[in-house]
């Protein structure tokens, strides 16, 4: 009687990971199409990115949550929601900063790695991904963990919901405007592309379109 039950929960595990696998990979694509880098890189970023999806996957399990994974418009991997009982803001802290805190464990291995082989490019954009994609993903920008930290901290000091949303709001409008203005300085001095560009305007359009409205629909 218990097999069936198994067999179904090793299926949903099975179907959870490829979710991530395979959406990793496009927005990892997306990111080489739009930048031009070369293999090692885009491969690099590819473990940054399961990394940091695995750390949300394994702090969900902990926390006793199923997952229901639904992709999110590239570059930005998936939406992780939980389907089961509602997280305490303890739990909704712990889940949103342990992508970032994936990427920051394997930060000192990566670096005794590239002490050891100083030559190896695949380590050194391992290195850096995964030092920036934790520290960017814990910005207030929409849809980032940051934003999803900044409420559970305020719901962990009594501040009520609304008011909370409120104050994650105007955050993510202020983080927006000033990344989307650094990305707008760096394509047209030259010292970087349109890929920044256009995440800026990602986040900046969904920024506004929250503070338009409540945001929650």
């Not at 039950?5 to 099975?14: D, I, K, M, N, Q």
């Not at 930060?107 to 082989?117: G, Q, S, Y």
Request: proline share 5%; glycine share 10%.
């Amino acid at each position: 009687m218990t097999a069936v039950p198994a067999a179904e929960g090793r299926r949903s595990a099975r179907r959870r990971f490829f979710s991530v696998l395979g959406t990793s990979a496009v927005s990892v694509l997306a990111f080489f199409l739009f930048t031009g880098e070369p293999p090692y890189c885009s491969l690099s970023l590819l473990f940054g990115v399961l990394l940091h999806e695995g750390g949300h996957l394994l702090a969900l399990a902990l926390c006793g949550q199923r997952v229901r994974a639904r992709g999110n418009l590239f570059p930005f991997g998936l939406l992780l929601t939980p389907s089961g009982r509602l997280c305490s803001y303890r739990e909704e802290l712990f889940i949103a900063l342990a992508g970032a805190g994936a990427n920051l464990f394997c930060v000192p291995a990566a670096f005794l790695l590239l002490r050891a082989r100083p030559q190896s490019d695949f380590l050194f954009c391992f290195l850096l991904f995964s030092l920036g994609l934790a520290l960017f993903n814990l910005l207030p920008l929409p849809a980032l963990d940051g934003s999803a930290a900044l409420a559970a901290c305020l719901g962990l000091c009594g501040v009520l919901p609304d008011t909370a949303w409120r104050a994650v709001t105007a955050a993510q409008t202020v983080a927006s405007v000033l990344f989307t203005a650094f990305s707008a300085f760096l394509f047209a001095s030259g010292r970087a592309g349109f890929y920044p560009l256009f995440l800026s305007l990602f986040f900046l359009s969904r920024s506004l379109s929250a503070a338009a409205g409540d945001g929650r629909g």
